[in-house]
């Protein structure tokens, strides 16, 4: 039976896979992760994941792995993660009272296949006080999140509304990583019933 590795150190993608009752292992990927100023944001999670994927499948040819990357964009410009203050405070500005869509893309691995996608989740800011930014930004939060903003942390409080996936945001797209991992035998505990390729919300 293989087993399923996940490429990534990240917190919120193993509570994820924990959430769906997925029995998994973590190996995380040293993959350097460089964005071409061509590509797309689509482009970039797909390309991203699969990087990560296949950098940690080299030692682990026997099993699945499952890499994936998230970005947060605003007028198709891709935002990272803050280095200072000044960054997230010039970042949840820009957001605040303003529509972004965040893109999430996976990438699975076996022996003998290989599926790569991405799913789109836009995501509005209410209109934010500027003590309501500079409380934010004091935090520690914003700081390891992609746009500065945690939506399943206290950067909930900024969200008026999503038009997709929530867990797109979050950083991993749950219901269609599950359906996709059905082509690879793996499945949440008990659970053989999910079929794949559903249909999915791409904000393109």
Known sequence: MKRLILASGSPRRKELLNQIHLSFDISVSN?????????????????????????????????????????????????????????????ITM??????????????????????????????FWELTDEEIEAYISSEEPYDKAGGYGIQGAGAAFVKGIRGDYYTVVGLPLSLTVRELTAFEIYPENQKSFSSQSDEVNLE
Request: charged share 20%; aromatic share 6%.
């Open 31 to 91: 993959y350097e992760e460089i964005i071409s100023e061509s590509d797309t944001p689509q482009q970039v999670v797909e390309k991203l994941a699969l990087g990560k994927a296949q950098n940690v499948f080299v030692n682990n040819k026997q099993n699945v792995v499952i890499g994936a990357d998230t970005v947060v964009t605003f007028n198709n410009q891709i935002l990272g993660k803050p280095n200072d203050k000044e960054e997230a405070r010039q970042m």
């Open 95 to 124: 957001l605040s009272g303003q529509k972004h869509v965040v893109y999430s893309g996976v990438a699975i691995i076996s022996s003998d296949q290989q599926v790569v996608f991405h799913q789109g989740t836009e995501v509005e």
